[in-house]
């Protein structure tokens, strides 16, 4: 395990068009987090997994956003009817949760989303 | 919700010299503090944190600082080099997620 994993490290797409993003977080970690950046600023927190459920949602998650973690492990992250304010990295971490302490809280290397 | 802010946004030292950033959070029932490292164009790296029960910790030349009671928590660097120009964020967590500052721009010049 080499860490968490984001596909694709690029996209371009037009406006309007549907987008796609994977994370694969650490193996034996239980929460998975998507946050989004942009230049000059520090990531912003969309939503997160325990295990295979959604347990908060940012308001800045509008409904073109949904975020999906099926089987616990893998997530994805689609942005429907793309805009111009879409452009961002998207960032994903993973963690482990026990109690109220967060363990291994580590960033993949993100998502450069680019809508033209 | 919770509101982390960081200052300064921009940071220039010469090397060798220390440097400072400061955070500072709202909700107190804030138990957990990572700073993390971020060089152009590649992911965010944690490089040192804190936990609520603990007022200091260091890690050769980083070191991280919490007053609870004030609410605010610094990361020092000393004898910056280089190779530690970078931006630094700050994060706070709250319950059950991560809130960052905007970052800190540290500029170590040669």
């Known amino acids: 395990d080499t860490g968490v994993s984001q596909d694709p490290r690029h996209k371009i797409t037009k406006r309007g068009q549907n987008v796609t993003f994977r994370c694969d977080p650490i193996s034996e970690h239980n929460r998975l987090y998507w946050y989004r950046q942009t230049l000059g600023q520090g990531p912003e927190f969309l939503t997160y997994f325990q295990n295979e459920a959604q347990l908060e949602k940012s308001r800045l998650l509008s409904d073109r956003f949904s975020a999906e973690r099926p089987k616990g492990s893998f997530s994805t992250l689609e942005i429907q009817r793309t805009e111009q304010g879409d452009s961002a990295m998207y960032l994903c971490?993973?963690?482990?949760?026990?109690?109220?302490?967060?363990?291994?809280?580590?960033f993949g290397s993100g998502t450069r989303l680019t809508v033209v | 919700g919770e509101n982390v802010e960081q200052h300064p946004s921009t940071l220039s030292v010469q090397e060798g010299d220390s440097a400072v950033i400061k955070c500072t959070y709202s909700d107190s029932a804030s138990n957990y503090f990572p700073w993390y490292k971020q060089e152009l164009g590649k992911r965010p790296q944690l490089i040192i944190d804190i936990r609520s029960n603990v007022g200091e910790k260091k890690d050769q030349r980083i070191a991280v600082t919490l007053n609870k009671t004030a609410k605010h928590f610094s990361l020092h660097i000393t004898e910056t080099q280089p190779e530690d120009s970078a931006v630094y964020f700050c994060?706070?967590?709250?319950?059950?997620?991560?809130?960052f500052g905007a970052g800190t721009r540290l500029t170590v010049k040669p």
């Open positions: 971490a993973s963690s482990s949760m026990f109690g109220d302490r967060l363990y291994g809280y580590t």
């Open positions: 994060a706070a967590k709250v319950t059950n997620d991560m809130r």
